[in-house]
């Protein structure tokens, strides 16, 4: 009895070593990325909260310091404690979704999109006019873009990179979804595709 439930622990531990893997991946992306959002936005307000917009690459890149009370492009300025709600919720729904990760692709996507959400949900959180009410700092500005910050690329790479991985049939635990007209058996090229996903 014991020798077959020692069996079966060793048969899993594979797995699990995947799943620490990519947990680890997903936690460091995320912390990543939040440290440097936060960092940034130190920064940005020690700096250029009392300039005029400052040009790094002429008609290209500027940093300009503004306060966003809204979502992303400055929509819903007032239902700032909604956005709050729904950031917070978003972090949630990632952190439980990861636990189950066996895919190098979505823990690098996941960890952008959690670290991007948390570093707004800060803001929100602890800058005035108040718990829940507060402004999101921005102060990178790109022709015809509106001005966002180092979560925010991170929610969109992550998210690009999520519809990409879904695109490609890599589902969270590492397997690869087919069509319903392909054959079940998978092909050289797939499963190295589930390997590197």
Known sequence: MQAARGAAVAAKSPAQRTV????????GIAVSVLVLDVVTKLVAVSQLA?????????HALWLTFT????????????ATV????????????IVRTARSLRSAGWAVSLGLL???ALGNLSDRVFRSPGVF???????????????FNIADSGIVIGGVLAVLLALR????????????GSSAEPGPSDSAASADG
């Open 169 to 180: 049939g890599i589902e969270m635990d590492g397997s690869h979804h087919r069509g319903e």
């Open 67 to 78: 306060r966003n009370a809204g979502a992303a492009f400055s929509v819903g300025t007032g």
């Open 82 to 93: 909604v956005f709050t709600a729904v950031a917070a919720g978003v972090v949630v729904v």
């Open 114 to 116: 959690l670290g991007g």
């Open 50 to 58: 009392h300039r005029d917009r400052v040009t790094l690459v002429p």
């Open 133 to 147: 009410r507060g402004h999101v700092i921005d102060w990178i500005e790109l022709p015809h873009w509106p001005v």
């Open 20 to 27: 620490r893997a990519r947990t680890g991946l997903f936690a």
